[in-house]
T-cell receptor, first 113, second 109 residues
Framework: DAGITQSPRHKVTETGTPVTLRCHQT?????MYWYRQDPGHGLRLIHY???????DKGEVSDGYSVSRSKTEDFLLTLESATSSQTSVYFC????????????FGEGSWLTVV | DAKTTQPPSMDCAEGRAANLPCNHS???????VYWYRQIHSQGPQYIIH???NNETNEMASLIITEDRKSSTLILPHATLRDTAVYYC??????????FGKGTKLSVKP
């Protein structure tokens, strides 16, 4: 299994509070991704990174920001959490773009009340 | 970005081969087809991927048609632990995997 650790694994927070999810990898892979999964929507890309300090938006990036100051860490921040951001968040990593496998973490369950 | 189409659900008897189809008629010539599965709410698990040729590994076989418009994932001897949602995926322009709703495979004793 790829070395991917997500933290926290479970969190309950109040509307309007900031939340940061961390993804840590030990594979030295260049690409890192944040997805969210909701019933009826499958997995949707929030943001991704193609190197240190190089990030870009995915299809559902509104309300989220990311940072990657080190190869091994990719942080997802909800500046002011809303109930619509209640979801399961998955981090993923990949060595290269086309043709390489993307490996997923075990997920972070976030509930915004 | 290329999209995939899969049947929403399938059943398979334990010990028999499970054949999961996928249509990807808009795939471009250099786009790989990936298969993942997700058991309950765990992280998606990689199964196999391919470009043009058929592929086989310890988990499954992938058969891609010559025109690359469709593919079939084959689990040769399905077990109850293979019950999961199976996703046929292509990579988008951002290098990300574009997930559809997948096929819910139920392996029955």
């Amino acid at each position: 299994d790829a070395g991917i650790t997500q933290s926290p694994r479970h969190k309950v927070t109040e509307t309007g509070t900031p939340v940061t999810l961390r993804c840590h990898q030990t594979e030295n892979h260049r690409y890192m991704y944040w997805y969210r999964q909701d019933p009826g929507h499958g997995l949707r890309l929030i943001h991704y990174s193609y190197g240190v300090k190089d990030t870009d938006k995915g299809e559902v990036s509104d309300g989220y920001s990311v940072s990657r100051s080190k190869t091994e860490d990719f942080l997802l921040t909800l500046e002011s959490a809303t109930s619509s951001q209640t979801s399961v968040y998955f981090c993923a990593i990949s060595a290269r773009d086309s043709g390489n496998t993307i490996y997923f973490g075990e997920g972070s369950w976030l509930t915004v009340v | 970005d290329a999209k995939t189409t899969q049947p929403p659900s399938m059943d398979c008897a334990e010990g028999r081969a499970a054949n999961l189809p996928c249509n990807h008629s808009t795939i471009s010539g250099n786009e790989y087809v990936y298969w993942y599965r997700q058991i309950h709410s765990q992280g998606p698990q990689y199964i196999i991927h391919g470009l043009k040729n058929n592929e086989t590994n310890e988990m499954a076989s992938l058969i891609i048609t010559e025109d690359r418009k469709s593919s079939t994932l084959i689990l040769p001897h399905a077990t109850l632990r293979d019950t999961a949602v199976y996703y046929c995926i292509v990579r988008g322009s951002q290098g990300n995997l574009i997930f559809g709703k997948g096929t819910k495979l139920s392996v029955k004793p």
